[in-house]
Structures are given as C-alpha cells and as structure tokens.
C-alpha cells in the first residue's frame, strides 16, 4: 500500500467514530490553540487542530454535530499527514516506514484514531474546532511503533532503493532547474558569531551540541558524526527503554535552557560540544563534530554514560 494510502480508509472508519459526540460541547477555555499543526520536540508531542464551518441541516442540532463531526475528520487528517511526515532518520520519515512493514501502517491507523479530543471551541466566525494531541514517545506514542526494528527497517529501505527491480520507494527528489537570470536578492545581514561556553570540570551528566546558525533537521533518531562520517553516537550503547520513553535526545531553542540544571535530560553540568556542520543522507539530521571532542566525549562517558541514558540536547535556532 502506498504511504499515504492508508489515510483514506482511516478517515471513513472515522466518521462513524464521531458520532458518539452528539451532545458534546466545545469546551470553555479561554487560551485557544494556535491553528494548523504543530511537532513540539521538547515536550515530546504532535497538536493538530482541525477546522469545519457550519452545516447546513434540517434541524439546528443536526447541524451542531455535523459541524464537530467534520472538524474531528479533518483534525485527524491533519494528524496523519503530519505524522507521515515527520523525519525518522536522516533517510527516512515516517511514510517510508511504512512501505517495508504493512503492521507499522495497521498500528498507526489505530493509534490516530484513538486519539480523544484535548480541546475544543467556536472561532469567532462561527467556525468548529477540535484539537488532538498524539505523544511522540511512550508505549501508546508514535516512538512504540518506530523504535522496535528500526535498524532492520532501515536496511530493506536502503536495499530497495539501490535495487532498480524492487517495488518504487522514495528517493531524494532532483534539485529544481534554476532559471538562467536571477535577480539579486539584498545580503543578508551578518549574523553575530555563536559564542560556546567553556565547559566546567567533570563529571558530567549529559551532552550539550551546540548547533546554532545550522540547518540541523529535527528526527526521532538523531546522530553524533566525525567529519568522515564515522558514527560518535546514536544507534550504540543506547537504552531501549530509556529511548522508548523520553526519546533519543532532546531539541532546545535557547543554550541557556541547556545548562545548569534547567534541562531534566542535560542535568546540572553537561558537556558542550560545538557542531561543525551538519549531515544526512536525506534529512540533514546529524551533527558533525571535531575528533578531538569526539574522543572527550566518548572518554567522559566512560565514566558517568550519558549516551547511553539518552542525555543528549540539541540547540537549535528557533526557525528551523
């Protein structure tokens, strides 16, 4: 079945689930949720709020629950797309899993459309809205379903598509054609230097990778490369369980939010490492660091292993 195949039937089997609602009302919150979706990396969860205008019908209540019932389908809809698109690895987003495990596309069809309503309300046109909320980690989040055989997965992906005769999987689309004249866009202005503090005495309790100013991609599973590519960490020395219920590593917009202690998975005194460029395949999911801090931290992990408690926050810009 193709990737986003699945999405249909799960909408229809949907309608009849929204009918239980009929009496619902929307609830009566003053802090309305921002439109759209939204993946919140650090806490760890997928929002999405679906939208449905008024109905006509016969009747004024018939019309209230036809309204919520197509706000409920397009909410969920807009959680599967979203879920299909969120980046795995540095090759791979959700979607692809699914072209090499028919029981992954099962389960995540269950999973969406088990996801009760948190919240919802009348826009001030008249407009219906629902939100839903799907954890990324967890046992009943998206990582229960990713997690287990990924490594196996990743692999069949990699055999199809370097196989011309096995069944069409996504490749990295071709760059568009530039057009020959191209008007010159005003210079950026310069941003200021990143500024990396220097690290306190060990031992330490997490790693800090300092990637501002990168275009470093948000992934379920992340890696820490040397400049050959050669793996620091990422798939070695993990915890399954620990990974399975916090996620491999954690993304913060701010370096302060990463430091003394403000950072449940950081601790009181991480490592920082500054990035020197980031990687992937696809998704440039990874970050590129010095062999020299390589080698520190792999010898401070020896004495505390971090990595493998999945202490590791990324700090990224806010925009990517």
Known sequence: MNAKGWIAPL????????????????AQDAAVPPRGSHIDWNAGQIT???????????????AKLAQRRAALVDA?????????????????????????EDTIATHLRALIRNQAVVKEWYEPDG????????????????AGLIYPGLAKREKEIEERRADPAAAPIWRQPPAPELPKAQPQAAPEAPKPPVSTPQNQPGPYTGLVV????????RSMSPKIVRGDGTEVWGTMEIDPKVALEK??????????????????????NPLIVRATAVDGKF??????????????????????????RCAVVFVVDTDR
Request: aromatic share 6%.
């Open 76 to 100: 969920y809809r807009e959680l599967a797309e979203t879920v299909n698109g969120v980046i795995v690895t540095s090759s791979t987003r959700v979607e692809h899993q699914q072209l090499v």
């Open 210 to 217: 300092d990637c501002r100013q990168m275009p470093l991609e």
């Open 48 to 62: 999405v709020v679906g939208y449905a205008p008024r109905q006509p019908a016969a009747e004024p209540g018939a």
């Open 247 to 268: 996620g491999v590593a954690g993304y913060l917009p701010d370096l302060q939010l990463a430091l003394g202690g403000h950072s449940e998975r950081a601790g009181v």
């Open 11 to 26: 909408l229809t089997g949907l309608l009849a689930c929204a009918a239980w609602a009929q009496d619902a009302g929307p």
């Open 283 to 308: 998704f440039k999911t990874n970050a590129v660091i010095s062999d020299n801090d390589a080698e520190l931290i792999r010898a401070e992990d020896a004495k505390t292993h971090f990595l493998g």
């Open 127 to 142: 407009i219906y809205a629902v939100q839903l909320v799907l954890p990324l980690y967890g046992r009943r989040g998206l």
